[in-house]
């Protein structure tokens, strides 16, 4: 993460940080004080709000939470740094690979004025004596040229070989930037990507676009009782059901914590509703048991909220008022799937 602030901007974001975290009780490591440091500058208010609400609902900055801050904030950073690093040593292998074949080059070029030079000499009048020695000096440069040709061979099947490594790397690092480690979906710099070039899509083409925000019910609630590796595998199990629910042409990502969202481009407000109720029986008809005791957990329930793209508009709006619907959702009672629709029928109500 860089910044572009001035020393007292940077000193004053400083000690707001280090007091806040001295007030939250936040240990003051490094991927800590990065955490408030960013809060205190509020330049990203997606953390700001993840933060506020977590202060405002009195929740401890336990150690899992501050990871999963950080990792949903910062760990782009070092997964570019990978992607970087694994195309700077594609790109110096391709130049070593060029090297070999500009010199495989020169080397033709140089035999080649070799066996015209031979030639040439030849077609004068020599004696035997210095026909031999020609002769004698040309194969020495062809076996030259043979065994340079050998070499090149191999140099050239390893290049390949290691270009085709990096290759492979390469394609591995950019979808693991771009994958949420525990669930497999997306991750939020590719739900970013995605939802803007739907947009765009949706602008250009007039067609429709919607999106589902989902929450588990009571997470923090079952990691408390259970622990966090149970919750780890719910968390799996809910991002197996979601992409299993969707077409491979929309996008499912895990959006932040025990937070899902599903990009569906061409679906109108009523079918985006129908895959959220899918996703949502889907769940809730799983009986989750404890391996190791036999014991019972029951079964996860999930909120859902929905809303449709309106050409022109803000991606913020857009993702603000399916946010809002979730929490609708929740208001009513949790484990339904409430729309914008019900937004505004929420509002008439209450005029």
Partial sequence: M?????????????????????R?????????????????????????????????????FTPETLLSLYERFFGFDEESRQVRESTQRLQNQLGSLLTLVDGAGQDTREYGHSLQNFSDRVSANRSKEELTVLIADMLAETRMMEDKARKLED?????TQEI???????????????????TGLANRKHFDRFI??????????????????????????????????????VLKIVGSVIRKSVAETDLAARYGGEEFSVILPDRDLDSAIGIAETIRHKLAD????????????????????????????????????ADQALYLAKQSGRNCTKSERDLESDLLVRE
């Fill in 155 to 159: 140099q050239l099947s390893q290049a």
């Fill in 24 to 60: 939250l009780n936040v240990p003051a490591t490094p991927s800590n004080f990065s955490i408030f440091y960013e809060y205190a500058s509020g330049r990203s208010p997606d953390l700001n709000k993840a933060i506020d609400i977590l202060i405002s609902n009195r929740q401890e």
């Fill in 286 to 321: 799983r009986k989750l048991v404890k391996k190791s005791t036999g014991e019972n957990i029951g079964a996860i329930t999930i909120s859902i909220g929905a809303s449709r793209y309106r050409l022109g508009e803000a991606i913020p709006a857009f993702i603000q008022r």
């Fill in 164 to 182: 085709s490594n990096l290759r492979k790397n390469l394609s591995e690092s950019e979808r693991e930037a771009l994958t949420d480690v525990l």
């Fill in 2 to 22: 860089y910044y572009q602030h001035s020393y007292e901007q940077a000193l004053e974001y400083s000690r707001t940080s280090l007091d806040e975290m001295k």
């Fill in 196 to 233: 803007s070039n739907a947009a765009k899509e949706a602008m250009e083409g007039g067609t429709p676009l919607s999106i589902l925000m989902l929450d588990i019910d009571h997470f923090k609630k079952f990691n408390d009782t259970w622990g966090h590796q149970l919750g780890d595998q």
